[in-house]
């Protein structure tokens, strides 16, 4: 491996974010900028690109920094209005919806792991506007915990050597968590700034959805890593936290946003565009009595699995001022129900889109395409049937989930 390339180029500058300050004002700014979002994100999807004015005024709206505990100047707003923000999001674009996911989760490790000192300063960066995104997973291993990056003592602080992949806001991000083993197979999570000699990124994500994540490869190679900078991830699994729900919670809340996005317009492609079938009688595709029932169907799947993750974050609210065993296990089994829901109305309501709106729907020009592609490539984090398994294990045999990032 080798890091002598030089880094994709994105006009990082300097951030200047507003601090949202409850929750009610956080939901009200993820509409404002939702609305923004949408306009441009089928063309943005086609070209693959995204101008970085649009993830500035994102970040700059404050919604990246409203986990921050209020300790530490942030709104520290509840899990449920979290997962409400992201769908919103989501719904408009749900490639700008999952870039600052793993920097919620991120967010998240530094509140588990971080001492008083490196919360002040981390916590400070997130409200003054800074991205951070994940270099946390590989692509080469024998499965997802399969990390062969390694971290080892150098000198007052560290060096990290490995490939990365799936590094989801890569391009965007001012800083980036690197995740290593060290030298007793401990989980280390290491936090540096994007222009840090010995780290590369690579805008290789070509994947058929969520195609402007910048979800491609970081390279690090001799990356030095000061003390101040290293935060003992492997603790968060040691005992119970809820880091795992956590994540998961924002995963399912994107699914959701998509499923919300593909009914919206298949509803408006049925009222303005589609045609009746013949044997139905009517005048209008909205007055045919099969896509009638098809509608109402994935409007009540959708409204459910909206209602799952809301009652999820509701779980996890409820826990969090003292996680232990049994009730981080019901987070993860709530987050398990919500996104089993999540994925499947997801993949769902995109592909009937085409199904009743006809084939005039499939043309180019609307791009509704993107809805499936991102619903089929999103909904792949990790393998929904487990969850099928956790929650029956669960009710059954009162098996609490494993501890790790994907339950």
Known sequence: MSTSTASAHYDIRQPDAHVIRDDAEAIAV???????????????????????????AFSNSGLWGITVPKAYGGAEVSFATLAEVIAIISAADPSLGQIPQNHYCLLEDIRLQGSDEQKRFFFNLVL????????????????????????????????????????????????????????????????????????????????????????????????????FNLFPSYRSYESPTLAGPFAQLTTAAIDAGIGRAALVDAIAFIREQARPWIDAGVEKASEDPLTIVQIGALEIRQEAAEALLERAGWVLDRAKPAPDEDNVAQASVAVAKAKVLTTEVAIEASNRLFELGGTRSTQVRHNFDRHWRNARVHTLHDPVRWKYHLVGNWALNGIKPPRHDWN
């Open 30 to 56: 993820a509409h404002r900028i939702a609305a923004l979002l949408r306009d441009g994100a089928a063309e943005r999807d086609r070209r693959r690109e995204v101008p970085a004015d649009v993830v500035d």
């Open 128 to 227: 003054q506007g800074h991205r951070f995104a994940n270099a946390l997973s590989e692509t080469g291993g024998k499965n997802v915990q399969d990390i062969r990056t390694r971290i080892v003592a150098e000198g007052d602080g560290y060096r990290i050597d490995g490939r990365k992949g799936y590094c989801t806001g890569s391009l965007y991000a001012h800083w980036l968590g690197v995740l290593a083993l060290d030298e007793q197979d401990r989980a280390q999570l290491a936090f540096v700034p994007r222009n840090t000699p010995g780290l590369v990124i690579v805008d290789d994500w070509d994947n058929i959805g969520q195609r402007t994540t910048s979800s491609g490869t970081v390279l690090v190679e001799g990356l030095f890593v000061p003390a």
